[in-house]
């Protein structure tokens, strides 16, 4: 990781009383802290099941989200369905899910991907903005305490555990210099 980057990351955690290196874990997990490929395109996963179910709550099969039954049916269907595929993927050095537009202040995805696309360093700066307002502190709560159990089950959802999220977060932290 860049050192202006790395410094971004240590500002945040010095202002919030966190360990920077478990920011620093949480990016290497997902990305190996690159926002961008070796082509410069910027770092993209598509989940299936995540637009299937948009689509079937935008086409009116669903009343809710299996996945995300808190997200508002309203909201999702207030989306064109080119966009669907969008708020499906997760992108960056942080990988957040498209569908966090609004939370990080941006009005569409399309908005967040191009703004992203711009440098690691805005996509850094709203993983920090991400880690104060996702879930209501609950995240930036964990990550004071640093309890990589509940980071990694709201970061990564229940099945973290199969892919060892919590574990491989503690191997990064300890990598961290």
Known sequence: MQEQNK?????FANQNDIDWR????ILMKES????????????????????????????GTKKRHSSLPGLDPVWIKSHVLSELELLSTSYGIAQIMGYWYKLLGYNSVGEMIESWNDSEEIQIRDFCLFCVRFNDGRFLNALIKQN?????MQYNGKGYAQNSYDKDLQIYMQKQK
């Open 7 to 11: 410094n971004i990351l240590k500002e």
């Open 22 to 25: 478990i920011l620093a874990a």
């Open 32 to 59: 190996n802290q690159k926002g961008f490929d070796k082509n410069g395109v910027i770092k993209s996963r598509y989940e299936k099941h995540i637009h299937i179910g948009f689509k079937n709550v935008h086409n």
């Open 148 to 152: 990589l159990q509940s980071i990694a």
